[in-house]
């Protein structure tokens, strides 16, 4: 045991290192942003940009998924940087095998490999929070191991500390958006991730939620092989989606179709939503249906919710501003000047656009793969002019999906009727049936009511 704990400080020592590497290449972009902005100083913003993901890329801990999550939001950062940020998948370098022996023994105990024919020494992927293991039951099933980095809970407080503090600085230089909302709800979705146990009942719940969706697998949590910080589930095989973007368009269709149902079946049906719809949480099947692979980041809304994201789509079909408002203020926008009401029907316009009219469409007419760049930082930047808008918490992950989904139906270049599908959903929508329905499940799986 003395040289367990001794292996996870020398760990947990070279950890330290690459924050403190982190940190200066943090505290470079500040101070180099900085001077661009308010002194037109010149500097090589590619080269800096390629040593701050090369650094972020390294790092176990939440400071690559925040940076995953930034690198999506248009005019945040120049686009050298967003460029690079973006790069950061999960195939983050993973730790070696002695450091899995460790973690394993510190989970399973010291006889962890009894419980296993085959157990890969070689991660299969490694992401911000844990790397995952593949390994073959005693009974023959293929399995999944997820485990987490040592001393994560403490790596997460600090750095949504130093977020906190990167997050003031800009706004004293960008009044467009008030992140104070922002970072609580970024700080509460991250601690929850480290939770494997409440991943489990989330994964539970999905599979409980798409059971009769056959375009959509959810994996199958092994509750003897999981702890708090290990998770271990049936293995899904499957391949990137990127893979299959050359594909023939009924092929992409389908895949398309099966991903927006995965994600927004539980939300209209059940008020969940997959938060995270990032590359590395999903793979295709050679049938186009999708595997889901993390649930750590799983945000449930109140049905009121939910019902006003289909209020808002009435708002903006029936041209009903009072609506509109009533949508916004429900869902926790405050203060709302008529200036700013405009601003935020041109975002609502662009992610409605495709669900408002009854025909086969993309997911947007034109600009590209850069799904909703322009229209975003056009946004932005007229936030600024009007003093800007602190963006409520529940709104942050609701963004987020739209955004990750949309740029995913923009690469597939699917053609659907976005409308239709829409409404096979919300036709019939019952506030009080989705409050009984939620109740039950999530009491069922032991997750909490949204307060």
Same mark, same amino acid.
């Given at each position: 045991?003395?040289?367990?704990? $001794? $292996? ?30 308010? !002194? ?22 939440? #400071? ?32 070696? *095998? ?16 009894? /419980?296993?024919?085959?157990?890969? /020494? ?14 073959? &039951? ?12 040592? +001393?994560? $809970? ?52 999905? =599979? ?8 959509? /697998?959810?994996?199958?949590?092994? +509750?003897?092989?999981?702890? +708090?910080?290990?998770?271990?589930? %049936?293995? #899904? ?5 990127? &893979? ?16 927006f149902r995965a994600w927004y079946v539980p939300l209209y049906n059940y008020g969940v939503i997959h938060g995270d719809p990032h590359l590395g949480n999903?793979? @295709?099947?050679?049938?186009? &249906?999708?595997? #889901?692979?993390? !649930?750590?980041? @799983?945000?449930?809304?109140?049905? &009121? ?39 935020? %029907? ?13 025909? @086969? ?10 799904? =909703?760049?322009?229209?975003?930082a056009k946004v932005h930047r007229e936030l600024r002019t009007v003093g800007g808008v602190r963006p409520p918490r529940e709104f942050v992950l609701m +963004? ?6 949309? $740029?995913?139906?923009?690469?597939? =270049?699917?053609?659907?009727? *976005? /409308?239709?599908? !829409? ?29």
């Amino acid at each position: 045991m003395a040289d367990q704990n $001794s $292996s996870d400080r020398n760990s947990l020592g070279g950890r330290v290192k690459r924050y403190a590497k982190v940190g200066r290449a943090a505290g470079g972009l500040a101070a180099k942003v900085a001077g661009n902005r308010f !002194f037109g100083l010149t500097i090589d913003k590619a080269e800096h940009a390629s040593e701050l993901q090369a650094a972020l890329g390294g790092l176990k801990g939440p #400071l690559m998924k925040v940076a995953q999550i930034m690198s999506t939001v248009p005019d945040m950062l120049p686009e050298e940087y967003m460029t690079e940020l973006g790069r950061l998948q999960t195939n983050a370098p993973s730790m070696g *095998w002695p450091f899995v022996k460790r973690r394993m023994a510190t989970e399973l105990g010291p006889d962890w490999q009894s /419980h296993y024919k085959e157990f890969e /020494h070689q991660a299969a992927a490694a992401a911000s929070l844990g790397q995952v293991h593949r390994a073959e &039951s005693e009974d023959g099933t293929m399995l999944a191991c997820k485990l987490q980095y040592p +001393d994560m $809970s403490s790596a997460v407080e600090a750095d949504l500390k130093q977020l906190k503090v990167v997050f003031g600085i800009y706004h004293r230089y960008d009044k467009a958006l008030d992140p104070s909302n922002i970072h609580a709800e970024l700080s509460e979705r991250l601690r929850e991730e480290l939770d494997y146990a409440r991943e489990a009942n989330n994964m539970k719940l999905y =599979g409980h939620i798409l059971k009769a969706e056959t375009g959509v /697998h959810v994996p199958v949590p092994v +509750d003897a092989l999981s702890t +708090d910080r290990l998770l271990t589930m %049936n293995w #899904l095989e499957g391949e990137p989606l990127m &893979s299959f973007v050359e594909h023939h368009a009924d092929a992409r269709n389908a895949l398309a179709e099966n991903m927006f149902r995965a994600w927004y079946v539980p939300l209209y049906n059940y008020g969940v939503i997959h938060g995270d719809p990032h590359l590395g949480n999903y793979t @295709v099947r050679d049938d186009y &249906s999708v595997n #889901l692979l993390d !649930f750590g980041c @799983v945000r449930v809304f109140k049905p &009121s919710f939910v019902r006003a994201v289909i209020d808002l789509y009435k708002a903006l079909r029936d041209d009903d501003e009072a609506l509109a408002v009533h949508a916004y203020e429900t869902w926790g926008f405050a203060n709302l000047e008529r200036e700013v009401i405009d601003i935020l %029907n041109q975002w609502a316009q662009f992610l409605y656009a495709p669900l408002l009219e009854d025909k @086969v469409t993309t997911i947007q007419e034109n600009g590209g793969v850069a799904y =909703g760049a322009g229209v975003a930082a056009k946004v932005h930047r007229e936030l600024r002019t009007v003093g800007g808008v602190r963006p409520p918490r529940e709104f942050v992950l609701m +963004d987020r999906a739209a955004i990750g989904l949309g $740029s995913v139906f923009t690469h597939l =270049g699917a053609e659907i009727n *976005w /409308h239709r599908m !829409f409404h096979g959903l919300i036709d019939g929508f019952d506030e009080s049936k989705l409050d009984k329905r939620q109740a039950k499940a999530l009491g069922t799986f032991d997750i909490p009511l949204p307060e």
